[in-house]
């Protein structure tokens, strides 16, 4: 394990600014690979604040094992489970019993919260192509502008993904920052709800009133989803709730005496990687074999799901390499003592951080491993209580979530699925994501008021 050394400050500022200067450029003007811009940042900071040779490796090779460690099985399960849920139908049955029981006039409510739901266990591109013609489909025989259905679709999707765990993001910064995930479900839901509801209907309705959005032409004759196929909505409901209930019980069974005598056992089976393999068996059997798949079907599925999961590693990885590089280097000290002198909450300070990062390089994925990296090497951040550090990681995926305009994929991609100009995906999806990332951080930083 690497100590930190004693630098001159003034060094470490230079390091500091020099290396992350020279990421974001990396990345922005040169285009290069954000996993080797991280690792190129990080080794600079390390040489020009002057770390001996030794702990700039020992930084390097602590940052990867141990932010591997923490995620590597989670991303990995999390994607077959979310693979199965997609290819099942499973999805689409949260969608189409949603918005049954919630009628027309409320359906945007219903694919805010389905989005919400299926963007934990699903990657939010997948979620969005799968879900997307049931908001045309709405838009179609509402005659209504199909924003006024896509942005709840949208808002719902891009809170699940941010906010919640299992979705990548919050459990990598939940590891960086060394906080259980039972408590980071739970600020993350009350965020998340919080974030839907306003960037969602409330959003969603402005925008279908502004700007008219037909449906577009290559959706318009899309055949009907044949429902009497789909899964039981029950069935699916129950599945995603597995690893979330069990992750939260071991948190609570640590807190509340009344559940001590089951404590061990709680503990074992709430344990996140322990979670997503039950709820992942519970969909092979329930979803795969029961619905007629074969186990080499199955197998070929989830094999194709962890395609994506390798660059998500590795960038995150590097977050890892940066985040220990400004420990041992002694910079986390230093931006510590800054932090403080400015008497700004940790909240406050994660999400600014992580909001500059995302304007500057588009990534919600690199915004958030920064942050979480800088955060994590301040002094006394393991002294603060799970529930203050649950809702830094949240202020960290809600500045992560803002502002996505052109140097984001995601703009792109909704962009050329709801069929809209540059104009208008700015003044609808970039104000949506402000929206949910701004509501999300708000709500976490009253919440850290009262821990």
């Not at 019993?97 to 699903?122: H, N, Q, S």
């Not at 990296?373 to 809600?398: D, F, H, K, N």
């Not at 992560?400 to 792109?412: L, V």
């Amino acid at each position: 394990m690497g100590t930190e050394t004693m630098l001159d400050p003034t060094r470490l500022v230079i390091a500091a600014l020099v290396g992350l200067a020279l990421l974001l450029v990396l990345i922005i003007k040169f285009k290069i690979h954000a996993m080797i811009s991280i690792l190129i940042g990080a080794l600079v900071i390390g040489l020009v604040a002057g770390m001996p040779f030794s702990d700039i490796v020992t930084a390097v090779n602590d940052g990867i094992g141990n932010t591997l460690k923490g995620i590597a099985l989670l991303v990995g399960l999390g994607s077959m489970f979310g693979a199965i849920l997609e290819m099942s139908g499973g999805a689409q049955t949260l969608a189409v019993t949603m918005v049954k029981r919630f009628g027309d006039e409320k359906a945007a409510w219903a694919l805010g919260i389905t989005g919400l739901v299926i963007a934990m266990p699903v990657f939010f591109d997948a979620g969005l192509i799968i879900l997307i013609p049931l908001a045309f489909s709405l838009a179609k025989r509402t005659n209504r502008s199909s924003l006024f259905y896509a942005i709840p679709l949208l808002a719902g999707l891009a809170v699940g993904h941010a906010f919640i765990p299992p979705t990548p993001g919050p459990v990598l910064v939940a590891t960086m920052l060394n906080v259980d995930l039972g408590w980071v479900i739970l600020v993350g839901i009350f965020c998340g709800v919080a974030a839907m509801i306003v960037s969602g209907p409330i959003w969603g309705a402005i925008c279908g009133k502004k700007y008219y959005v037909p449906v577009p032409d290559h959706v318009a004759n899309q055949e009907e989803i044949d429902e009497s196929k789909l899964p039981a909505f029950g069935t699916i409901v129950g599945i995603i709730l597995i690893p979330l209930v069990l992750i939260i019980l071991k948190s609570v069974a640590g807190v509340v005496e009344a559940l001590a005598f089951a404590e061990p056992v709680l503990a074992f089976l709430g344990e996140p990687f322990v979670a997503l393999l039950i709820a992942t068996v519970a969909a092979m059997f329930i979803l795969g074999i029961k619905h007629g798949y074969s186990t080499q079907e199955l197998e070929k599925i989830m094999t194709k799901s962890l395609e994506p999961t390798g660059l998500i590693l590795l960038v995150t990885a590097c977050g890892g390499v940066l985040r220990y590089m400004l420990q041992y280097s002694g910079l986390g000290d230093v931006i510590g003592n800054a932090v403080a002198s400015a008497n700004l909450p940790i909240v406050v300070v994660a999400f600014i951080v992580a909001a500059l990062v995302r304007i500057c390089v588009g990534s919600a994925t690199v915004a958030m491993t920064m942050a979480a990296g800088i955060i994590a090497a301040m002094p006394g951040i393991a002294e603060l209580s799970p529930m203050y550090l649950a809702c830094t990681t949240a202020a960290v995926a809600g500045g992560a979530t803002i502002c996505s305009h052109f140097n984001d994929s995601g703009f792109w991609l909704v962009k050329s699925l709801v069929g809209l100009d540059e104009t208008t995906t700015l003044k609808t999806w970039t104000v949506m994501e402000t929206l949910v990332g701004g509501t999300g951080f708000v709500v976490a930083l009253i919440i850290s008021f009262f821990v």
